[in-house]
């Protein structure tokens, strides 16, 4: 596929799915979270509940501190839940939704 192309599966967040590495037949656009099931479903990892900071650095093939980078910027939502658990699916599907880089063109317009 050329860089110029772009292909558009919008989702409820109007985020490009192809942008975060998702595959149109990835997408699941009747899926409660569909990007995230997307990502999920490429990695061959099954949707859970809540999620550590170790289950959401394996899904974003990060470190633990680049979250909690996220985090501090105001990107990624960390929650105060029970046990070591801090994310809910929508708050990585948010995450992703949010996460889509802006091409330098629509930079230099504003």
């Known amino acids: 596929m050329s860089k110029n192309r772009r292909i558009n ?3 409820d967040y109007g985020a490009n799915a192809a942008e975060i590495g998702i595959r149109s037949d990835q997408v699941k ?5 569909p ?7 490429a990695k061959g990892l099954s949707r859970l509940g809540t999620y550590t900071y170790r289950d959401a650095a394996e899904i ?3 470190s633990i501190r680049a979250l ?4 501090r910027e105001g990107k990624l939502r ?5 046990g070591r658990k801090k994310f809910l699916c ?12 802006k ?7 504003k």
Do not use: H, M
């Open 60 to 62: 974003f093939e990060c």
């Open 68 to 71: 909690q980078e996220r985090i």
């Open 9 to 11: 599966y919008d989702n």
């Open 90 to 101: 929508q708050d990585l599907e948010d995450f992703l939704a949010t996460s889509v880089r």
């Open 103 to 109: 091409l330098k063109r629509e930079e230099e317009e």
């Open 78 to 82: 960390a929650r105060d839940l029970p």
């Open 29 to 33: 656009k009747d899926a409660k979270y």
């Open 35 to 41: 990007l995230l099931e997307g990502l999920l479903e």
